[in-house]
């Protein structure tokens, strides 16, 4: 496609950002058109989010030069950043959980009358926008009370609520499922369409090579190259992104998958709770991977928070044989039980601690003595290991785990519960937010731990993932167990029908 200048909104040259000593960006270009989709890819640790909080206003770079529109722009603030026509959803929610989804969307841009919030105008332009968006989102429910998707979804609108030239994304179908990204795809394309340039970031290379106009490669904080998307293939891609080959993203079995003659280590029997699920049975024997899938409102993580005591469900549960009573996530851990949740902001990490204290801190008892005392060269050398194990991209383990990338982030949480040496492990959207290198790490682990005997529920929604990981596939469908079977042979086409209740 011909291409001319004056298509030309953003400009970044030998753009690079230094934290002390830490060099997060080192040289960075890039040229951003108006009316195009523009991809970053790149590895966790590439330096994408430490550029978008650049251009967002929220750190200055440390050196190059950036123009918009054809003037020097160094945004001081995200104010400044809006004011000049950028818009930004991040990765991790930024939102007020106490407040409903009208004053986040609208924050700091309440409609006001004689210096008084006027509610009904709030709740009138915020319905207005999120009906424009297609969102199907009540404006006036509280975001604590929303699921996951539902927070994202609410955080697309609150970026998008900007008059913005140019519209960045970052991970934004990361707690989606299809249905929904789909609703955001039409969005882009319309935003595009009026001109506007989209910024995207995601480490789903289908996602990528369906939207892009232009894909920007980075490694290592620097920029690798530029190319459109019909010159490139998804595998070139990836070896540029990795810097080497990856020929198979999901590692085979290291060991035969449980047959029906052994016992199951866990078995759930009839879990109900009002609202969310019900009826719901499965097992799951030493050393199998069970996925779960369903679609948002399934229930499918609202049975995982219950099965690890998070929330109160009817039903039986029955470890190693013997049943047992799980009222709170400590008694969880007691029965050899581990839990990655799908709100790691939230629910999986102390982002103000240390990288060493993260992964630590679910099986503290194993790195205290008697008296209380901490065993720190013990527990030194279990996060240093954390790091080679899961290449976790740290400058050490007493960085903070806040100021590291969502899937480093991801990695550290996962390292938490291994540190637990679990006999179950729930995984729940194990690599949302995580790219595809550090995928086959996590795979690689998980598929070690089965081999060890270690029996794991996973919960996700990409359909590849739940195909290439799963001996078996539980479906859920409107709080419901829909039809759970053996992953060879089934078909995405098959478990959506599952899903859906559409299957005959």
């Known amino acids: 496609m011909a291409q001319n200048d004056s298509d030309i909104v953003l400009t970044l040259s030998g753009v690079c950002k230094s934290f002390g000593p830490v060099q997060a960006l080192k040289s960075m270009d890039l040229t951003v058109r108006s009316g195009r989709v523009h991809t970053l890819l790149g590895e966790n640790g590439a330096g994408k989010s430490t550029l978008m ?52 969307i609208l924050a700091m841009r309440e409609p006001s009358r004689a210096g008084f919030i006027s509610d009904r105008k709030l709740f009138q332009t915020a319905e207005a926008l999120v009906r424009d968006l297609g969102l199907p989102i009540d404006v006036r429910a509280r975001v604590i009370d929303l699921s996951m998707a539902q927070r994202q979804l609410v955080e697309i609108a609150k970026g998008l609520s900007h008059d913005a030239r140019i519209v960045i994304l970052d991970e934004p179908t990361s707690s989606l499922t299809g249905a929904e990204s789909e609703i955001l795809f039409q969005i882009i394309g319309r935003l595009t369409r009026e001109g506007k340039a989209v910024i995207y970031i995601s480490h789903r290379m289908e996602e990528i090579m369906r939207l892009s106009d232009d894909i920007t490669v980075m490694r290592d904080g620097e920029y690798v ?5 019909g010159d490139a293939t998804v595998e070139q ?12 993203i999901y590692p085979p079995r290291e060991s035969e998958a449980p047959g029906e003659a052994v016992a199951p280590v866990l078995v759930a029997e009839g879990l109900s709770r009002p609202g969310e699920f019900e009826d719901v049975s499965f097992t799951v024997r030493p050393g199998e991977i069970l996925g779960f899938f369903g679609l948002v409102g399934s229930g499918r993580s609202e049975v995982m928070n219950a099965l690890f005591g998070m929330t109160a469900a009817e039903g039986r549960v029955v470890l190693d044989g013997k049943a047992v009573t799980i009222s709170s996530p400590a008694e969880a851990i007691g029965h050899g039980m581990a839990f990655l949740t799908e709100n790691r902001g939230e629910q999986g990490l102390v982002r103000s601690h240390s990288l060493r204290a993260n992964v630590t801190m679910a099986a503290l008892q194993d790195f205290t003595t008697r008296g209380g005392f901490l065993k720190s060269r013990k527990e030194t050398t279990e996060a240093q290991q954390a790091i080679e194990r899961l290449a976790i991209r740290a400058n050490s383990i ?98 959506m029908a599952y899903a859906t209740g559409q299957h005959k």
């Open 53 to 104: 909080k650049i251009l967002s206003g929220i750190y200055p770079a440390t050196g190059g030069s950036i123009e918009l529109a054809g003037k020097p722009y160094a945004p001081q603030t995200p104010l400044e950043a809006a004011e000049n026509g950028l818009a930004i959803v991040f990765q991790e929610l930024s939102l007020c959980n106490n407040l409903t989804v009208a004053e986040n």
């Open 237 to 248: 891609l990836i070896a540029l992104m990795v810097g080497r080959q990856m020929n198979e």
């Open 398 to 495: 007493e960085t903070r785990a806040g100021t590291l990338s969502g899937g480093n982030q991801q990695k550290v949480v996962v390292a938490k519960w291994l540190a637990t040496n679990p006999r179950v492990l729930i995984l729940d959207e194990p690599t949302r937010g995580v790219d595809v290198g550090a995928k086959f790490e996590i795979y690689r682990i998980i598929r070690r731990l089965a081999a060890q005997g270690t029996a794991i529920v996973m919960v996700s929604s990409e359909m590849p993932e739940i195909l290439g990981m799963s001996d078996r596939v539980v479906i859920m469908s409107e709080g419901r167990v829909g039809a759970t079977k053996e992953s060879a042979g089934l078909t995405p086409e098959r478990v």
């Open 225 to 229: 190259t530029t190319v459109e998307r």
